[in-house]
């Protein structure tokens, strides 16, 4: 019997370290992608080609107080993922719970599909004492609810570290065209610093990125205006510059890079609307450009990455046939193609603006530019950049408000072309 028993512990022994030494092995396993997705961080993610970024509001009707439900932003995550998108951007953490609910959606598909991904960079909304009002004082910040922004991006921070990769202190909050919010640069400066000061103490992830995102001037990209101690210094403790780029805007406001003579021009008006495209391009890299030499004359190594860009496809006034005449589906899908691809050879992110129509952000008027910087709109007709995607079948199955995804002016491309207007000052028939 004691012979027995020391057989038997021999071979217990023998089991016990095959399955220690599977163990191992299969640990340190390089192709462990549930391992190595559990620790993708801000550093691996951003400039990664594989992961395509984009701005992110779910918003349906013409009033952010109707907030999309979990299950309709879990449809929308799907849809975007379709799409190679694994980043998205939000823009507050607490006024409305969008931000939330995003979160829960996404977590709620990785435990259905954990192969899914999605990663966030969280927008903490800041602004001026007595913003949208006429008493507004720029010299001054709204504390409570700024305070109340942060420490919601800190609390979600902590409950969805997996997802959350970056805090974004801010949006267009510097910039000095943004008369009905902005604050001084020492504002930003103050919560980025409160936030790096966590991630050193632990509380939270030293993985963590903080930034702003703001229009490219506000680092000190334009004029001399806005270089200051203040901008210097945040420049320094930011992990990385998320800078916005507008051409659609300055066909309106700076317009000399958008417009030419095209009378006598044998060209069609398909060619002249790429060169003007392309003039676009090289204008926002233009931007990027002056950006980086001044952010860089401050902090050397600095990363910086597109955190805006973006085309509208309709307007009536300042943008459409009464104006520059930049807004129609197929500027946008030129833009979009062209900003991929430049910042894919870069290793820069790009968070195109955006993915969907929303509605809410100019009540007054159903057809200005803001409601339409979707490329999908808001009952789910992809629009011309992504006509290829459903052709692929990218979004067989997918919805959007229980509509199938399917392409703008029923895919007659012909029909489309004819939306198109020459980006010139003087016109031809």
């Known amino acids: 019997m004691l012979k027995d028993s020391r057989l038997k512990m021999n071979y217990f022994i023998k089991i016990s370290l095959s399955f220690i030494v599977l163990a191992v092995l299969s640990c340190s396993t390089p192709a462990d992608k549930t391992t190595t997705k559990d620790i993708m ?4 993610i951003l400039g990664n080609p594989n992961f395509q970024a984009i701005s992110f509001g779910g918003y349906r009707e013409q009033t952010r107080k109707l907030c999309p439900s979990i299950e309709e932003l879990k449809e929308d995550m ?3 993922s379709a799409i190679d998108i694994k980043i998205i951007r939000t823009y507050y953490t607490q006024q409305f719970p969008h931000a939330e609910r995003v979160l829960q959606a996404i977590r709620e598909l990785k435990q259905e599909n954990p192969s ?3 990663y966030v960079m969280l927008g903490a909304w800041i ?6 009002t006429p008493f507004r004082d720029h010299s ?10 942060i420490n919601k991006a800190i609390e979600l921070s902590k409950v969805y570290p997996d997802i959350i990769k970056i805090i974004a202190v801010g949006n267009e909050s510097m910039v000095h065209w943004a008369e009905m919010y902005s604050v001084y640069p020492k504002v930003i400066l103050n919560y980025v610093k409160q936030l790096q000061k966590l991630k050193k103490e632990g ?3 030293s993985n963590l990125w903080i930034t702003s995102s703001d229009n490219f001037a506000s680092w000190g990209g334009g004029s001399a205006e806005y270089h200051s101690s203040h901008l210097s210094e945040l420049i320094k403790v930011v992990d990385f510059v998320s800078m916005h780029t507008y051409p659609f805007h300055d066909t309106h406001y700076n317009s000399e890079f958008w417009e030419f003579d095209s009378l006598g021009s044998s060209k069609s008006k398909i060619q002249h609307a790429k060169e003007g495209i392309i003039r676009a391009k090289d204008y926002a890299i233009s931007q990027y450009e002056s950006t980086k030499r001044y952010v860089q004359s401050i902090s050397p190594e600095k990363p910086i990455h597109i955190g805006e860009t973006g085309w ?15 807004a129609d589906e197929f500027k946008q899908k030129l833009y979009y193609d062209y900003m991929r691809e430049w910042s894919n050879e870069n290793e820069l992110s790009c968070f195109f603006f955006e993915a969907f129509d929303e509605p809410w952000k100019d009540t007054n008027d159903i057809n200005a530019s803001e409601n339409h910087f979707g490329l999908i709109t808001t009952r789910g007709k992809a629009k011309y950049a992504l006509w290829s995607a459903v052709d692929s079948g990218k979004f067989a199955g997918l919805t959007r408000n229980g509509n199938p995804i399917s392409k703008t002016y029923s895919g007659n491309e012909k029909e489309l072309f004819q939306t198109v207007l020459i980006p010139s000052k003087k016109l031809t028939n």
Do not use: I, P
């Open 140 to 149: 001054k910040e709204n504390f409570k609810q700024n305070r109340a922004e």
């Open 203 to 205: 509380e939270l992830s």
């Open 312 to 326: 509208a496809t309709s307007d009536h006034t300042k943008y459409g046939a009464k104006g520059s005449h930049a």
């Open 127 to 132: 602004e001026c004492d007595q913003a949208f």
């Open 41 to 44: 961080t801000a550093e691996d």
């Open 116 to 118: 899914f991904e999605m």
């Open 78 to 80: 799907k849809v975007l």
